[in-house]
């Protein structure tokens, strides 16, 4: 299953949202959550519908009696991101918020769903849990609403200090953790700012929309993520380097000191440029 996702992500990045075979003439998109636990995000190809704006995706599993990992994990993380076709023969990627339908408005739509595509009510009979129905919904920073700004700025915030807090703790403990341990911790830290970067990569179009000012800091801030992208996949060859734990340890000094440097000058240029229009606080365009 895992290679035949792969194959069509593949397929449908490299022509434009189309793929051929099963799915050919279906709408598809590029689902990418954050697993529930594991944290590791992963991308599922989905049929959709598109409704008033939003997004609706079906957990049907193919008629199966469990629900699709997807479906679960948008359960404990309901910000995910979605590739849909461009319209121009490209992919773009939307940040979205997920909402599980419920009664009813689910009904309905599972309903309009079949009939859309026969196969799902095939899906629904072959199986006596009730096929979830959820909603995406696009982040759209054109719209004023406060509360929704704050929101995305106190996130930005949390995130921030965690990952400064992981990085605080493993450059403090990189002489005593020169085993196995420092391994899994620098592993841990790369992924959570990975993933970190990869939904504020996301997140970064709508805000291209809701303040077309800011377009020189969201052009540093991209260039930015890649760097560390790349600072990132050195820590990551430096860790898993054959040699001794030890050794390895002794060489990760000036790598973690150099992307700790990196990372606070990047985050303290997306809080003084981000922060302010977030909070209703001034433009924080560059002056």
């Not at 519908?49 to 990992?69: C, I, K, Q, T």
Request: aromatic share 4%; charged share 25%; with cysteine.
């Amino acid at each position: 299953m895992a290679d035949w996702n792969a194959s069509i992500i593949a397929e449908f990045r490299a022509n434009g949202g189309r793929v051929g075979g099963l799915f050919e003439g279906a709408d598809l998109v590029l689902l990418t959550t954050t697993g529930a636990r594991s944290r590791i995000r992963r991308t599922s190809p989905l049929g959709v519908a598109r409704e008033d704006g939003r997004l609706l995706v079906f957990g049907s599993n193919a008629g199966g009696d469990r629900h699709p990992d997807w479906y679960r994990n948008l359960l404990v993380h309901p910000r995910a991101e979605v590739e849909t076709a461009d319209g121009r023969g490209g992919v773009r990627t939307l940040a979205v918020r997920a909402e599980v339908l419920e009664g009813a408005e689910r009904d309905a739509a599972y309903a309009r769903q079949a009939a859309r595509v026969p196969a799902y009510g095939d899906y629904q009979r072959k199986t006596a849990r009730v096929i979830p129905v959820v909603a995406l919904h696009p982040l759209d920073l054109t719209a004023p609403d406060p509360a929704r700004n704050r929101a995305i700025a106190t996130q930005l915030l949390t995130v921030h200090a965690d990952l400064r807090g992981q990085l605080a703790r493993l450059r403090q403990g990189e002489g005593a953790a020169a085993g196995e341990g420092l391994t899994v911790h620098c592993l841990a830290f790369c992924d959570a700012l990975g993933t970190h970067h990869a939904s504020e990569d996301a997140v970064l179009p709508a805000f291209d929309e809701g303040f077309p000012h800011l377009a020189p800091v969201l052009a540093r801030l991209r260039a930015e993520h890649r760097e560390v992208a790349r600072e990132l996949a050195g820590l990551r060859s430096a860790v898993t380097a054959p040699g001794e734990p030890g050794e390895r340890a002794a060489g990760l000094a000036g790598r973690l000191d150099a992307l700790a440097a990196r990372m606070e000058e990047h985050f303290a240029y997306e809080e003084e440029h981000l922060l302010p229009v977030l909070m209703g606080e001034g433009t924080g365009s560059e002056g």
